[in-house]
DNA sequence: GTCTATAAGCGGATAGAC
DNA sequence: GTCTATCCGCTTATAGAC
């Protein structure tokens, strides 16, 4: 993967799409999430990728011309979903309740994506070779619009003086961890979000915690 | 790398150690710490390890026979350091003293070994195929003595009732963060931990939320 | 669209001189 | 201990039949 490929634009449609493509294209979107999740760009092989969508590698390389294609596809999904809670923080809600719901939301995105989440965090931690581009209109936009939210909140008294973006980042951090950090927290404690007691446990302890942390009058 | 390789332990020393093996070993390990951390184990490519430790391919691998032994030796070596705050947690200070000492700590960590905290989280994240040994006994020992310590925190009346292994993962969580996410963090705020100002902002909205939320009477 | 076969090149590891 | 040269397996990607 050259650095000067990996900024390049996610190219268009390579053709008109069928029925079959579709479908082969989803069931491949899907098979390589769960691979380059698990060994990372480098460590997977698009013969394995195949095999878990149920074709052949030839014609996997049909839909996607290059392994680097592929990749960037799984991963500009991924950033979708992983935005979305985000956008739902809701400014004209009681603040309580807005980061209450969105400590939820992002706790269940952790329990039904964890791959998702895992495949982001190695592309973020590799210095975001692909996403950086994205990252820096997408997400910058949308996390100026939220940390503007979080500091309208503070002057109106609503929630006691924190930097937005750490109270932001702290957020992030912990409803993460639990999907990126799930074979550590499974080893230490038997248990992951798949296990809803333990689920609505951390979403407890997160929402129990951080909110009596940043809300006025404890 | 077999998954039955992987669980393997680190092989004993190869040979007799030399002054100017010893110093070899060490270059060569920050040099793989480097390289692993930003390309994951299949991604890094022994001889630019090499190149990056000031030596021949051939010569590296005199030191460590294969790329897996050299990459077990360098996640060994971060285990270690990632652990030692941990160690510190003390349970006979006050519980605001010391939780407030050890995110501090985390952080501190955070800014010198960010490379070392990405390799770390990128083990984990695949499913700590190297380290999952020793997760189970040294840190699964090391976790259990510390959720005691908050156990005993909270019947005394000292600390309000969490679950300790989530008050535990969110230190770490929201700690390891300002590493392992860094290129998302600057993307976003233009700075890092190496920015004094920008480490004390957040060491401050950590320890304020998390103690706030987890001390008795605000 | 899907397959088999193969080209092409990368990269880990070794041989053997010095 | 360090080097140069080389081997060889593995993996991406293509060619071309069906």
Redesign the interface.
Known sequence: MSSTARLAPVPPARRLKTRIGEANESRILDAALSVF???????ARVDQIAEAAGMSKANLLYYFRTKEDLYRAVLTRTLDMWLEPLRELDADSDPGTALGHYIARKLEYSRLQPEAS?LF??E?????PVL?CV??TD??DL?ERKVRTIERWIEDGRL?P??P???I??L???T???A??A???R???GKDLSDDAFFE??RQ??V???????LPR?
């Open positions: 999740a698990r060994l990372g760009f480098a460590g895992r965090a190695m973020i931690m590799q210095g975001a950086s990252l820096a997400l910058a996390v006691a924190v930097e973006h750490h109270l980042f702290m992030w951090a912990t993460q961890h639990y990126d950090f074979a550590q927290i080893t230490l404690t446990e951390a302890a997160i129990t915690t951080i909110l009596k942390g940043v404890g």
